[in-house]
């Protein structure tokens, strides 16, 4: 049996902080233990909330702006049981007889609680609009392991296991109807995988997509915007903070911890490119990451890092589909966005000015109005069928 990676002395806790800052995306705060114990107590939630922060530092700002008062609560909220038992946490706005169903699917190390801004507008748009019969239901979901969903064992941290989630979703929660399918990051390559593992859902059930500040594949040749030399460390160190994040949970977190401000650092540099971006943005993210475990930010990795979907987009040529990217995104570089729009050839392609890869809370009016006008092309197809 080979025996796992030593731990360098005297240097642990810096290998564990650069690699879950550079290459594990800027995995936690200080708020961390706490928004875990929070994830875990509870299946009814996917974003932090003001009675859920009251032993989070900087809980006050939180739970003030960028969420602010109006947040939208959900109409309902529901447990998928996915394929393996693994229970998903559902919340929906809007009535269920909604004409149209749309699906978020949020990205790495987040929650459903990053389309906090799309839930707020677009449910007051679409699920509420001017007193007559509402045109959409908006359906978020945490993926496993991540925000207030179940976990499941290290060996279905995969792509092809959230195309499976997804499917269970759709089952349990869109059994009739069309969907349009929204992803973030992760997110995005989930629904490229569901579109490899269930094609024929795609121009039937699937009528639109959009895949916001995501990839198809290569993703293990990125370098953050990071230097030639600190490229080369972060590929020596990584493997090693992936090993101590999996084998040794505790010890990463308490090194997450102590790290916080660094962290902290990280998360502003990687997520934001906005020079005037709300602090309180920075400490939202922070906390959603800081409330998924290293072990599952450690599991996830080695499918990312390995990722390939660009052979699963051709389901997606036959739906209206909306590609958007930051044109700062230093996570995942707008040309990931621009080698799925060529694969996609009709794809409607949107780059974000002074945006990084958090663009759906940087940039929420224009991620909202490029989501808006795929679904009037959404609905314009729909109307030339019948």
Known sequence: ???????????????????????????????????????????????????????????????????????????????????????????????????????????????????????????????????????????????????????????????????????????????????????????????????????????????????????SGNLADLDFGLPEFLTRVRAAVLPVAAWTMRRRPAFAEGTRRLAADLVSIATRSLSFASADVDPALVQYVDAMIAGTPVDVIAEFYPSLAGLDETGSLEPMRRIPTLVLTGDADRMIPKEHSELIVERLQDAEFVVVPDAGHMVLLEKPDVVDAALTDLLRRVAAAQQAER
């Open 1 to 215: 049996m080979a025996r796992p990676p030593q731990l360098p002395h005297p240097s642990a806790h810096t290998v564990g902080v650069v690699g879950a800052v550079v290459g594990l995306a800027a995995a936690g705060t200080a708020a961390g233990v706490a928004l875990t114990r929070i994830a875990r107590r509870r299946l009814d939630i996917g974003r932090p909330r003001a009675a859920d922060l009251a032993g989070v530092p900087d809980a006050e700002l939180l739970a003030s702006d960028p969420l602010g008062p109006e947040a939208r609560a959900a109409d309902r909220t529901a447990v998928v049981r996915a394929d393996d038992g693994v229970p998903l946490a559902v919340e929906e706005v809007g009535p269920a007889d909604a004409p149209l169903t749309v699906v978020f699917v949020h990205g790495y190390t987040l929650s459903m609680g990053s389309w906090a801004f799309q839930r707020r507008s677009l449910g007051a748009q679409l699920a509420t609009a001017n007193g007559h019969r509402p045109t959409a239901r908006l359906v978020f979901y945490d993926q496993r392991g991540h925000g207030a969903s179940g976990r499941g064992p290290g060996e279905h941290s995969t792509i092809e296991q959230l195309a499976r989630d997804l499917a269970a979703v759709l089952e349990a929660r869109v059994p009739r109807g069309p969907v349009v399918l929204v992803g973030h990051s992760m997110g995005g390559m989930t629904l490229m995988g569901l579109a490899a593992l269930r094609p024929e859902l795609f121009g039937t059930r699937v009528v639109g997509a959009a895949l916001l500040s995501t990839s």
